[in-house]
């Protein structure tokens, strides 16, 4: 019997539980779609609606009639999932055409990677996740109807600088940020001025290391240097600017110039560079995923450059390895369940924490609506899939 056979087979839920009617909404080729249905599958849940992204927003003036025809003879408690939107540049177009009023089936001039305007992709998938909610409370009304994150929350998490101002109410300690700071001369003088000579430069909206830009400033010679995962292309004259799986390192004043000036374009802001702790010459961060308020999966992220996403070739690590004292756990696990109950009605957080170099005081990163796609990590409940689903079940029974 296999890890993941003897974790299912000893679950006292799996022969202990009401009807629920599971209804994931997402796409389906995305990696956090095709694992969470194969959970619910694991644990019997045979009930389930899966609905595309993109039929959905190919029908966008048909919508209700759509999603009358797919859920109106459901019967009984329901569930509902939002998936990620990503891994899917098609899906990212068409929330961009909504923002602008002008969804068209055109399904041409989709660049994978391109970094598109951040501000209008964040605009079309709040009014696209709003509508979709609120017409499922209108065609579910007879159900009881249960949702694994509220719509809110999702797009809260999806805006770093809102998600900041959540935690700080609550006194959860995260990296603050610049304020008026709109363009790369006016980085460049604030730098000068208050004598910065490393930040950060991020999307406000998204995640996964995209548009992530770290500068760096020698106030003597005044040289710049900057690392990032952006691949600036010249195009028919003019720019484009794609994420990579390749960390690149400019020195040129016009190319830093010219990514730095796009991306505030979209919608970017300015940060402090916050030494991370090390262990020999990697700095690290950490990725804990919550599940009901509660630490459940961690993994450290180690690399020699300043950004650490795993996706980028950076080294992953048991956080039980780093060397850390006990003290050191319960300030984490503290924090990351303090920034969690900002939170308090969403299953499921991926909490980005970095412990400073100098004390190891922990802050928040960010947190991601969609952080549960941590490979290969298993505890007695099996992986971060089934745990949710498991989580669910429980709740489940505590209701009958």
């Known amino acids: 019997m296999s890890m993941m056979e003897k974790n299912i087979a000893t679950s006292p839920l799996v022969n202990n539980f009401?009807?629920?009617?599971?209804?994931?909404?997402?796409?389906?080729?995305?990696?956090?779609?095709?694992?969470?249905?194969?959970?619910?599958?694991?644990?019997?849940?045979?009930?389930?609606?899966?609905?595309?992204?993109?039929?959905?927003?190919?029908?966008?003036?048909?919508?209700?009639?759509?999603?009358?025809?797919?859920?109106?003879?459901?019967?009984?408690?329901?569930?509902?999932?939002?998936?990620?939107?990503?891994?899917?540049?098609?899906?990212?177009?068409?929330?961009?055409?909504?923002?602008?009023?002008?969804?068209?089936?055109?399904?041409?001039?989709?660049s994978f990677g391109e970094i598109k305007n951040n501000q209008l992709w964040y605009e079309g998938l709040s009014q696209f996740i709003k509508t979709i909610d609120c017409l499922l409370d209108h065609i579910l009304s007879r159900n009881t109807i249960y949702r694994m994150s509220p719509s809110d929350d999702i797009l809260v998490l999806f805006d770093k600088e809102q998600t900041k101002h959540r935690l700080r109410e609550l006194a959860v300690t995260t990296i603050p940020s610049f304020k008026n700071i709109f363009c790369f001369d006016e980085l460049i003088d604030f730098m000068q001025k208050h004598n910065q000579q490393r930040v950060f430069i991020k999307l406000r909206y998204g995640s996964s290391a995209s548009g992530v830009v770290a500068l760096q400033r020698h106030a003597r010679k005044k040289q710049l240097l900057m690392t990032t995962s952006i691949e600036l292309v010249t195009h028919n004259k003019s720019f484009k600017y794609f994420n990579s799986l390749k960390i690149r390192h400019y020195r040129d004043e016009f190319s830093?110039?010219?990514?730095?000036?796009?991306?505030?374009?979209?919608?970017?802001?300015?940060?402090?560079?916050?030494?991370?702790?090390r262990v020999g010459n990697l700095s690290y961060d950490l990725r804990i995923m919550t599940i009901g308020?509660?630490?459940?999966?961690?993994?450290?992220?180690?690399?020699?450059?300043?950004?650490?996403?795993?996706?980028?070739?950076?080294?992953?690590?048991?956080?039980?390895?780093?060397?850390?004292?006990?003290?050191?756990i319960d300030n984490i696990n503290r924090t990351i369940s303090k920034a969690a109950l900002c939170f308090p009605e969403t299953t499921t957080i991926g909490w980005d924490l970095l412990l400073t170099a100098k004390n190891k005081t922990p802050y928040i990163i960010e947190g991601n609506a969609f952080g549960d796609l941590i490979l290969d990590a298993y505890n007695e409940q099996g992986d971060p899939y089934d745990n949710q689903v498991i989580h669910w079940l429980n709740h489940d029974a505590a209701r009958t």
């Not at 080729?29 to 899966?50: G, I, K, M």
């Not at 098609?90 to 001039?109: F, R, S, W």
């Not at 830093?256 to 702790?277: Q, T």
């Not at 180690?302 to 992953?316: F, K, V």
């Open 18 to 110: 009401r009807t629920v009617h599971w209804v994931v909404i997402g796409n389906p080729d995305n990696r956090r779609t095709q694992y969470f249905c194969q959970a619910l599958s694991r644990h019997q849940q045979t009930c389930v609606t899966q609905i595309n992204y993109l039929e959905l927003i190919n029908h966008w003036h048909q919508l209700e009639q759509l999603l009358t025809q797919k859920l109106s003879a459901i019967s009984g408690p329901v569930v509902i999932r939002f998936e990620s939107p990503g891994e899917s540049p098609l899906m990212e177009d068409k929330l961009i055409q909504l923002a602008k009023g002008e969804v068209t089936l055109n399904d041409n001039g989709t």
């Open 256 to 277: 830093i110039r010219n990514i730095i000036n796009y991306l505030f374009s979209i919608g970017a802001y300015c940060e402090p560079w916050v030494p991370k702790a």
């Open 293 to 328: 308020n509660t630490p459940s999966f961690s993994l450290a992220r180690m690399s020699e450059h300043p950004i650490t996403n795993l996706h980028l070739g950076n080294q992953r690590c048991d956080i039980h390895s780093l060397g850390l004292l006990a003290d050191d």
